[in-house]
Structure formats: C-alpha cells, structure tokens
C-alpha cells in the first residue's frame, strides 16, 4: 500500500555532510507526515525529524537541532534529511516513516516504514 525506499547513507568522517532520501510510492503523499528515525545498536528506536503533510511545521530532536534539515517534495514523493556537521554520535541505521494525517514525534504512531540506510560516522 505505502512503501518507502531510502538512500544516502554511508561511511563519513566526523563533520562531514550526507543528504538521505527517501521515495514514497503511490499518488497519495500528501496525506502523510513523514518523519526520520535512527537505530544504534543496542539502543531504541529514537525521533530525528518529522515534517507535516504540506512542510509547514517541522519537528527536531534536540541532538540534530542545527545540524539536519528535513524537506518534502510533494511533487516528486520524496523526503530529504540533509546532515550537516556529522558527529560519531549520529552512526545509526537511519529510517523513513509516514504517518497517516496527523504530525508526530512518536514512532509508533508511524504505521509505514522503509528498511533503514547506514549512517557510519568516524572520529
């Protein structure tokens, strides 16, 4: 129904940049928030950015605030993350996700999910 397919990852070093994207299938993008969540090993699922179905309010998680820019393109279905000033912290399989309607910081709120791209950042 909804399938999400991201690219960009990779192996950086620390204050180096990487752009993530991410394609949304079907003809009904502009009904979903989307968002970007991160997984370390050994660590939970974790909130990155999210952005609202037209792109007019977005959402920070207080470690990348300053750092990533999150964008939509509602006329190619497509969610950018521009990583900026990339620390080894910020290493982490990265996800996109929609959202039904409503804005959300929660990943359990978002229903859909893409199978993740490496981030790997070295010191």
């Known amino acids: 129904q909804v399938q999400l397919v991201e690219s960009g990852g990779g192996l950086v070093q620390a204050e180096d940049s990487l752009r993530l994207s991410c394609v949304f299938s079907g003809r009904t993008f502009g009904k979903y928030a989307m968002g970007w969540f991160r997984q370390a090993p050994g660590k939970e699922r974790e909130f990155v950015a999210t952005i609202s179905r037209s792109g007019d309010i977005v959402y920070y998680a207080d470690s990348v605030k300053g750092r990533f820019t999150i964008s939509r393109d509602n006329t190619k279905n497509t969610v950018a993350l521009q990583m900026n000033s990339l620390k080894p912290e910020d290493t982490a399989t990265y996800y996109c996700?929609?959202?039904?309607?409503?804005?959300?910081?929660?990943?359990?709120?978002?229903?859909?999910w893409g199978q993740g791209t490496q981030v790997t950042v070295s010191s």
């Open positions: 996700a929609a959202r039904l309607w409503v804005h959300s910081t929660n990943p359990v709120d978002f229903g859909s």
